[in-house]
Each structure stands twice: as C-alpha cells, then as structure tokens.
C-alpha cells in the first residue's frame, strides 16, 4: 500500500491593500503652507493640539532623522504634544520641515541646517 500524496497547501491569503498615497499638492516650503493632514483612522479619536508635523524628503533618505526628531520631542514635550507625525514629502527635494498647528517652525533651507535636539 502507498501512501497517499500531500495535497498542496492552500494558497495564502490575498494582502491587504494598503491606501493610496496621499502627497501634498502644490506646496512648497517657500509658499510657508502646511501639507494636509494625513487621514486619520477610523477608530481614532480627532488630533488634539498641538499637531507637530516633520516633513521630509525621502529621497533624500532623511526617514531616519526624521523619525528621530520626531522621537525627541515626544520623549521631551510629550505631556504637551497632541500629536507628532512624519510625512515623507517628494515633491520638493531637499525637504525637511518642521510644522507646528500650521506654522512652518524649521525650515532646513531657509537655515541652512538641520535643527538641533538638546
């Protein structure tokens, strides 16, 4: 007697779809504009203020430091911050902007640097 053959495993299942990208139209850090906000979940409570936005070129590769200052001001000013977020913004190379409630606070091309975190 032979042994049965293995069935093959079932196919695994179709990957969720991530959402369409939502880039920034029409902005510039120059024109002193936020990019639009990032869709919220729809279990998630409304942004509290103040919204911090680090906006950054991916070309660039600048994800990282991004995600570090981004890091830094929720470990200092966390008790105060209603949300920070990182948003990869390729339309303008070069980018790396900070954005508090609106405001651009930091702009990497008007000073010529990257901010500082102490």
């Known amino acids: 007697r032979t042994p049965a053959p293995c069935s093959p495993p079932p196919p695994p299942p179709p990957a969720p779809r991530a959402p369409a990208a939502r880039t920034p139209t029409q902005w510039r850090a120059s024109a002193a504009t936020p990019p639009p ?3 919220l979940p729809r279990s998630s409570p409304a942004p509290r203020s103040p919204r911090v936005v680090v906006a950054y070129c991916p070309g660039c590769r600048w994800g990282l430091r991004a995600g570090w200052v981004a890091q830094e001001l929720l470990v200092t000013f966390g008790e105060v911050l209603g949300e920070v977020a990182m948003q990869p913004y390729g339309e303008e190379p070069g980018t790396f902007d ?3 409630d609106g405001e ?3 702009c990497r091309k008007k000073e010529g640097r990257f901010p500082e975190m102490k």
């Open 37 to 39: 906000p990032l869709p």
């Open 98 to 100: 900070v954005w508090v």
């Open 104 to 106: 651009c606070v930091w």
